[in-house]
C-alpha cells in the first residue's frame, strides 16, 4: 500500500468541479510540506498547490484562484477542491510530499486522472 493515496478524480465537463483527496502517513502529514502537482500529456509534471504544516497554502499563478487545498489533521488528509475547470486542466493530478526535515526528497502518490471535455 502507498504511502501517499489520492482518490476523487475522473471526467467532468468544463465548468464543472472535482475534489481530489490524498491520504498519507502521520510523518508524512506532520513533518512534510503536501501539495499537489500535475502532468498533462505530452509535458513536463507542474507543481499546482502546496500547504505547509502550519497551513500556509500556495497556488500557481495560473490556477487564477479556481483551485483551493486544505487539509484534515484527523485523517491525515489533504485536498484539491477545483472548480470552474478547464480542458486545460485535464491530467494526472500527484499528491506529494515534499521538505521533509534536512531532506530534499520528494514522495509521489501513484497519481489520478482528471480528464475535462468541453
Known amino acids: 500500500q502507498g504511502r501517499l493515496v489520492e482518490s476523487g478524480g475522473g471526467s467532468v465537463q468544463t465548468g464543472g468541479s472535482l475534489k481530489l483527496s490524498c491520504t498519507t502517513t502521520v510523518y508524512f502529514f506532520t513533518q512534510c510540506t503536501m501539495g499537489w502537482y500535475r502532468q498533462a500529456p505530452g509535458k513536463e509534471r507542474e507543481w499546482v498547490s502546496s500547504?505547509?504544516?502550519?497551513?500556509?497554502?500556495t497556488y500557481a499563478d495560473s490556477l487564477n484562484g479556481r483551485f483551493e487545498i486544505s487539509q484534515d489533521n484527523s485523517k491525515n488528509a489533504i485536498y484539491l477542491q477545483m472548480v470552474s475547470l478547464r480542458t486545460e486542466d485535464t491530467a494526472v493530478y500527484f499528491c506529494a510530499a515534499e521538505k521533509c526535515g534536512p531532506t530534499s526528497a520528494q514522495y509521489w502518490g501513484q497519481g489520478i486522472q482528471v480528464t475535462v471535455s468541453s
Open positions: 500547504i505547509q504544516r502550519d497551513g500556509t497554502t
